[in-house]
């Protein structure tokens, strides 16, 4: 079956303890990207990955950090969480984009963070 | 800044209550156009996009919308509403060659009363 994983589900730690949130997609795809979903403010993108060792930043980056690696993995690293990065992630992943449109992106379950 | 509007935040309808959503857009040039769906609990979900063509675009569920290019909208509509299109709902926008990064509004929370 089609899809994007991601690990774990929910998770509660405290300030300061460094977390890893895995992605893992079986499409082939080319593109991957990370969004926090927060009340009011909808879906906002922290990092995306055009490619294996090509990433960029979203509109929200700070205090995180990505790899690509390998073309099925996109990890979101948080180094120090506080209690602002609180939220619903959610990995997604295309095809490809760029050119002449942009493919669908396809989203994880979500990972549901809570920093004490 | 490319931002995306969605004007209704919460709507609650009763079942079989035709429905719109309004979104708008604040990009200029070419953008494809995407309204996902999000059910209690669940992850995002494509209902529909609009990446060229016939400006009103048929989706999953029965559900619609109309790209306005003039009126930089992309309203979603339904005739007759389900109990189970109780969801949150999120209109969402990428540039044309771009990044492929999505712009999403801030959705909306439509509640079914059976």
């Known amino acids: 079956e089609a899809q994007v994983t991601q690990n774990p589900r929910y998770l509660i730690t405290v300030t300061g303890k460094k977390l890893t949130v895995t992605c893992s997609q079986n499409m082939n795809h080319e593109y991957m990207s990370w969004y926090r979903q927060d009340p009011g403010l909808g879906l906002r993108q922290i990092y995306y990955?055009?490619?294996?060792?090509?990433?960029d930043k979203g509109d929200v980056p700070e205090g995180y950090k990505v790899s690509r690696k390998e073309k099925r993995n996109f990890p979101l690293i948080l180094e120090s969480p506080s209690p602002n990065q609180t939220s619903l992630y959610f990995c997604?992943?295309?095809?490809?984009?760029?050119?002449?449109?942009?493919?669908?992106?396809?989203f994880g379950p979500g990972t549901r963070l809570t920093v004490t | 800044a490319q931002s995306v509007s969605q004007h209704n935040h919460h709507v609650i309808l009763s079942e079989a209550a035709s429905l719109e959503l309004g979104c708008n857009y604040s990009y200029g040039g070419t953008v494809n156009l995407f309204w996902y769906v999000q059910y209690p609990g669940q992850h995002l979900q494509l209902l529909l996009k609009?990446?060229?063509?016939?400006?009103l675009v048929k989706g999953i569920k029965g559900f619609e919308a109309e790209f306005i290019k003039s009126k930089f909208s992309f309203n979603l509509r339904k005739p007759s509403v389900q109990w189970s299109d109780t969801a949150e709902y999120f209109c969402a926008v990428t540039e044309w060659g771009n990044t492929g990064k999505l712009i999403f509004g801030q959705g909306t929370t439509l509640q079914v009363k059976p």
């Open positions: 990955s055009m490619n294996v060792e090509v990433t």
């Open positions: 609009y990446f060229s063509g016939d400006p």
């Open positions: 997604a992943s295309s095809l490809r984009t760029g050119g002449l449109s942009s493919y669908e992106q396809y």
